[in-house]
């Protein structure tokens, strides 16, 4: 267990003459100096957000984006380019070009409008009018509110709050035995068809959309409009339900490329769902896999290896006013303002074997291996479906049965689409550009991977834009016309098409600045589709959750503290098991409300307490060494001081950089290493 911190050795930064705009003295690390309660001393406190920060492992993905940001505003401006060039060794000067290159960048937008929305939130929660103005932090100034922009959003607020009566609204609290100290968005009591739900509640307001698409068993929607209790789709391919969000989270993303094209971007704490070259070998199926041991293990002997398998779209019939088919064999070599088609006999061989009654044959003789005919009863089916003059695969075809999906593609590929013999690869072909990303998704939907590409195609004397959908079939057999089974089946009956079987991983890169969020799902294995690409992912990671659940369950066990008069203040308790999150997306008229579990929040508060506490006195170790040693202590005595390994470790670095690491140092380093931490090498 932690050994308590001496506080009274913690070295304070007296205040500056004026408070912050709260009210709150702070120190120059912007820690809040909270008076003692026999009003003896200020004692600089860590703030809760840094605090809970401590769960996340360093906060890399928060490095890499502020470094991106900084290097995105060096481009943008020549000024500050000049300014770099001139730079003269100055510390605080070159941190100065990097904060305005930062900001340049647009470091500052985002945080500037949640600040703007919870001071907004804040006075209509106090029964206020809605503020005009609003005060900026950066710029240290009040400025304007847009109110036609925010307006949407503090009526959806309004509404999705109705069940809350706030206590307090921005109301600092510290909790002396961790020396915290953070501001709750409100402390307020939740009322259900009448009937106030215990204790008041710590609640928190988050914010920002997200554009991330996610296929849905009805068509599509985005990771910051779905919901808890909406349905996503499972790797299995079967419907699944959200039983949780994540809140939104900027912390540097990363772009996951696969070697169709397909490119992700994802944050630091997603998890994937891959199958590795050694899996294959021990025969182990998929599992789940953070970003970082991706980045570890991206190659084995030099290759990339992690795949994700592909998902085929499982879903019930569905009643469909046109056969499957015969829409695909419409949608291939239909007239666009008729119901009748121009093929090869055979085609309407298959056609009257599936019972549709056909008009008399009519031939072309500048076309004679070609007759055109008649389908009875489609005109009207094709104008209810809105498809006369605009060719197109309707959405509810392309979330029917994987038999009904399997039969529109054949109707494609029997009449536009081709088996191309020397790259043993079907190919479906339009100059209709929605047709074509339409044959993109329903083939991903039965578990296929496409590749669609545009090109430039001649032919009755004109040139023209043409799209290819090419795939290589993959337990599926494309077409239903004879003479096509036959190519395909000659070419890859009892072949290996396993690279059509998996997203292949071929890197993982830092990505763009991006709100980001994850879901998690009831599927078996807890994944679910994600992207047009239609690949597997993995439930949400337990990181950005935890924090929030971590800072709720310190704010419910802290004491109000008023900065002005710097004493604590008597208040009624809050419920110290359940939390309040208010998810109010900027700019989509949209709120919720969800449940925080507070009882695993405070779980997280004591790991993140021993981590600082550990930090802390590392720190103050390192400060008594200097102040104890001077520069002319020999190595080999100043070894029997060092209080922890990593003191030990700097040590011996120092030794080797001073080429005085000889046979007895290290010797001593070994024993005082095994006395600090036997288990340790």
Same mark, same amino acid.
């Given at each position: 267990?932690?050994?308590?911190?001496?506080?009274?050795?913690?070295?304070?930064?007296?205040?500056?003459?004026?408070?912050?705009?709260?009210? $709150?003295?702070?120190?120059?690390?912007?820690?809040?100096?909270?008076?003692?309660?026999?009003?003896?001393?200020?004692?600089?406190?860590?703030?809760?957000?840094?605090?809970?920060?401590?769960?996340?492992?360093?906060?890399?993905?928060?490095?890499?984006?502020?470094?991106?940001?900084?290097?995105?505003?060096?481009?943008?401006?020549?000024?500050?380019?000049?300014?770099?060039?001139?730079?003269?060794?100055?510390?605080?000067?070159?941190?100065?070009?990097?904060?305005?290159?930062?900001?340049?960048?647009?470091?500052?937008?985002?945080?500037?409008?949640?600040?703007?929305?919870?001071?907004?939130?804040?006075?209509?929660?106090?029964?206020?009018?809605?503020?005009?103005?609003?005060?900026?932090?950066?710029?240290?100034?009040?400025?304007?509110?847009?109110?036609?922009? =925010?307006?949407?959003?503090?009526?959806?607020?309004?509404?999705?709050?109705?069940?809350?009566?706030?206590?307090?609204?921005?109301?600092?609290? $510290?909790?002396?035995?961790?020396?915290?100290?953070?501001?709750?968005? /409100?402390?307020?009591?939740?009322?259900?068809?009448?009937?106030?739900?215990?204790?008041?509640?710590?609640?928190?307001?988050?914010?920002?959309?997200?554009?991330?698409?996610?296929?849905?068993?009805?068509?599509?929607?985005?990771?910051?409009?779905?919901?808890?209790?909406?349905?996503?789709?499972?790797?299995?391919?079967?419907?699944?339900?959200?039983?949780?969000?994540?809140?939104?989270?900027?912390?540097?993303?990363?772009?996951?490329?696969?070697?169709?094209?397909?490119?992700?971007?994802?944050?630091?704490?997603?998890?994937?769902?891959?199958?590795?070259?050694?899996?294959?070998?021990?025969?182990?199926?998929?599992?789940?896999?953070?970003?970082?041991?991706?980045?570890?293990?991206?190659?084995?002997?030099?290759?990339?290896?992690?795949?994700?398998?592909?998902?085929?779209?499982?879903?019930?019939?569905?009643?469909?006013?046109?056969?499957?088919?015969?829409?695909?064999?419409?949608?291939?070599?239909?007239?666009?303002?008729?119901?009748?088609?121009?093929?090869?006999?055979?085609?309407?061989? =298959?056609?009257?074997?599936?019972?549709?009654?056909?008009?008399?044959?009519?031939?072309?003789?500048?076309?004679?291996? $070609?007759?055109?005919?008649? $389908?009875?009863?489609?005109?009207?089916?094709?104008?209810?479906?809105?498809?006369?003059?605009?060719?197109?695969?309707?959405?509810?075809?392309?979330?029917?049965?994987?038999?009904?999906?399997?039969?529109?593609?054949?109707?494609?590929?029997?009449?536009?689409?081709?088996?191309?013999?020397?790259?043993?690869?079907?190919?479906?072909?339009?100059?209709?550009?929605?047709?074509?990303?339409?044959?993109?998704?329903?083939?991903?939907?039965?578990?296929?991977?496409?590749?669609?590409?545009?090109?430039?195609?001649?032919?009755?004397?004109?040139?023209?834009?043409?799209?290819?959908?090419?795939?290589?079939?993959?337990?599926?057999?494309?077409?239903?016309?004879? /003479?096509?089974?036959?190519?395909?089946?000659?070419?890859?009956?009892?072949?290996?098409?396993?690279?059509?079987?998996?997203?292949?991983?071929?890197?993982?890169?830092?990505?763009?600045?991006?709100?980001?969020?994850?879901?998690?799902?009831?599927?078996?294995?807890?994944?679910?589709?994600?992207?047009?690409?239609?690949?597997?992912?993995?439930?949400?990671?337990?990181?950005?959750?935890?924090?929030?659940?971590?800072?709720?369950?310190?704010?419910?066990?802290?004491?109000?503290?008023?900065?002005?008069?710097? =004493?604590?203040?008597?208040?009624?308790?809050?419920?110290?098991?359940?939390?309040?999150?208010?998810?109010?997306?900027?700019?989509?008229?949209?709120?919720?409300?969800?449940?925080?579990?507070?009882?695993?929040?405070?779980?997280?508060?004591?790991?993140?307490?021993?981590?600082?506490?550990?930090?802390?006195?590392?720190?103050?170790?390192?400060?008594?060494?200097?102040?104890?040693?001077?520069?002319?202590?020999?190595?080999?005595?100043?070894?029997?001081?060092?209080?922890?390994?990593?003191?030990?470790?700097?040590?011996?670095?120092?030794?080797?950089?001073?080429?005085?690491?000889?046979?007895?140092?290290?010797?001593?380093?070994?024993?005082?290493?095994?006395?600090?931490?036997?288990?340790?090498?």
């Amino acid at each position: 267990m932690t050994a308590e911190i001496d506080w009274d050795s913690v070295p304070d930064v007296e205040p500056g003459p004026e408070r912050d705009y709260f009210g $709150v003295y702070r120190n120059g690390n912007n820690q809040p100096l909270i008076m003692a309660e026999d009003g003896s001393k200020r004692y600089p406190y860590q703030r809760t957000t840094n605090f809970i920060d401590q769960l996340e492992d360093g906060g890399e993905g928060l490095r890499i984006w502020t470094e991106r940001l900084t290097l995105a505003g060096l481009v943008m401006s020549p000024e500050l380019r000049k300014e770099l060039m001139a730079w003269m060794g100055e510390p605080r000067e070159l941190s100065d070009i990097a904060r305005r290159a930062a900001r340049l960048a647009g470091r500052d937008e985002k945080q500037e409008w949640g600040s703007m929305l919870h001071q907004i939130t804040d006075a209509i929660d106090k029964g206020d009018m809605m503020p005009r103005q609003w005060w900026n932090e950066n710029t240290k100034q009040m400025e304007p509110v847009p109110v036609a922009e =925010v307006n949407r959003d503090v009526e959806a607020y309004r509404m999705a709050t109705r069940c809350l009566t706030h206590h307090a609204a921005e109301q600092m609290h $510290v909790f002396d035995p961790y020396r915290v100290a953070g501001t709750p968005d /409100r402390v307020s009591s939740y009322s259900a068809n009448g009937k106030r739900q215990g204790r008041p509640k710590i609640v928190d307001l988050k914010g920002l959309a997200l554009d991330t698409k996610l296929p849905t068993p009805s068509g599509w929607t985005t990771m910051g409009a779905i919901r808890v209790g909406d349905q996503a789709i499972g790797s299995n391919g079967l419907p699944c339900n959200v039983v949780a969000k994540s809140g939104v989270k900027r912390i540097g993303t990363y772009v996951v490329t696969f070697d169709d094209g397909t490119k992700i971007a994802c944050d630091s704490e997603h998890i994937w769902w891959t199958q590795t070259q050694p899996d294959r070998i021990k025969r182990r199926q998929a599992s789940a896999r953070t970003i970082g041991e991706i980045i570890d293990t991206l190659r084995y002997n030099g290759q990339a290896h992690h795949w994700v398998p592909v998902t085929a779209i499982e879903l019930p019939e569905t009643g469909l006013g046109i056969d499957p088919y015969l829409l695909g064999c419409w949608l291939g070599d239909g007239s666009r303002n008729r119901s009748v088609i121009t093929k090869g006999r055979d085609l309407f061989d =298959v056609l009257e074997r599936d019972g549709h009654v056909l008009g008399v044959e009519q031939a072309d003789a500048r076309r004679p291996h $070609v007759i055109t005919r008649t $389908v009875a009863g489609l005109i009207g089916a094709l104008r209810e479906t809105d498809l006369l003059g605009n060719k197109h695969i309707p959405s509810a075809y392309l979330r029917a049965s994987y038999g009904q999906r399997l039969r529109l593609l054949q109707g494609l590929m029997d009449t536009d689409g081709t088996w191309n013999t020397a790259r043993r690869r079907a190919c479906f072909t339009t100059t209709n550009k929605g047709l074509a990303y339409g044959a993109d998704e329903l083939l991903r939907s039965l578990g296929q991977r496409p590749h669609l590409a545009e090109v430039q195609r001649s032919g009755f004397g004109v040139t023209a834009t043409a799209y290819d959908v090419e795939f290589t079939p993959h337990g599926i057999m494309p077409f239903r016309l004879p /003479r096509k089974i036959a190519k395909v089946q000659s070419q890859i009956a009892g072949k290996s098409t396993a690279r059509a079987s998996r997203h292949l991983i071929v890197s993982v890169e830092p990505g763009p600045d991006v709100e980001t969020a994850c879901i998690a799902v009831d599927s078996p294995n807890s994944t679910y589709l994600c992207s047009e690409a239609m690949i597997a992912t993995h439930n949400t990671g337990t990181l950005h959750p935890r924090m929030v659940e971590a800072q709720l369950a310190m704010y419910s066990r802290s004491r109000p503290y008023d900065p002005q008069a710097e =004493v604590r203040l008597d208040a009624e308790p809050v419920d110290q098991k359940r939390g309040i999150v208010i998810h109010l997306p900027m700019k989509q008229a949209r709120c919720e409300l969800f449940w925080a579990d507070l009882t695993k929040g405070w779980a997280d508060c004591k790991v993140a307490r021993d981590k600082h506490q550990k930090g802390l006195r590392r720190k103050l170790e390192t400060l008594g060494r200097l102040i104890e040693l001077g520069p002319d202590v020999p190595l080999m005595e100043r070894v029997g001081l060092c209080a922890n390994v990593d003191a030990l470790r700097d040590l011996w670095k120092e030794a080797v950089e001073r080429g005085e690491l000889t046979e007895d140092l290290k010797a001593a380093c070994l024993e005082r290493q095994q006395l600090l931490a036997p288990t340790s090498k």
